[in-house]
């Protein structure tokens, strides 16, 4: 299993980049893939959770007031893709963001980041915004 994250760089505030995390080996009833994020010296932080079978997208509860609606999940299942579309970048979004998935059941039953266990991860890109 692979999960390749892509499309992070240096941006200026208020820019716009979307990331890509491209899924191979993942079987075909794989239960949940979601994106999360670890800013320098800090936690890491689980940023959406995506169920597999009905496609149904979880926003994490506690991200809700920084992210304000600048965060948008969306996948292309024929390219076994998933993508994150950021808006108005702010410098605290710096971190590296990382694309997982879990195998073993569908952790995406709420906002809440907790009950997202994921097993398998990406490599991680990384998103600077500065001035």
């Known amino acids: 299993v692979q999960l390749v994250e892509s499309g992070g760089g240096l941006v200026q505030p208020g820019a716009s980049l979307r990331l890509s995390c491209a899924a191979s080996g993942l079987p075909s009833d794989y239960y949940a893939i979601g994106w999360f994020r670890q800013a320098p010296g800090k936690g890491r932080e689980g940023i959406s959770c995506?169920?597999?079978?009905?496609?149904?997208?979880?926003?994490?509860?506690s991200m809700k007031d920084s992210m304000k609606g600048r965060f948008t999940v969306s996948r292309d299942n024929a390219k076994n893709t998933l993508y994150l579309l950021m808006n108005d970048l702010k410098p605290e979004d710096t971190a590296v963001y990382y694309c997982?998935?879990?195998?073993?059941?569908?952790?995406?039953?709420?906002?809440?980041?907790?009950?997202?266990?994921?097993?398998?991860w990406g490599k991680g890109t990384l998103v600077t915004v500065s001035s």
């Open positions: 995506i169920s597999s079978s009905d496609g149904g997208i979880w926003y994490a509860d």
């Open positions: 997982a998935a879990n195998d073993l059941y569908n952790p995406c039953r709420s906002g809440n980041v907790g009950d997202w266990y994921m097993g398998l």
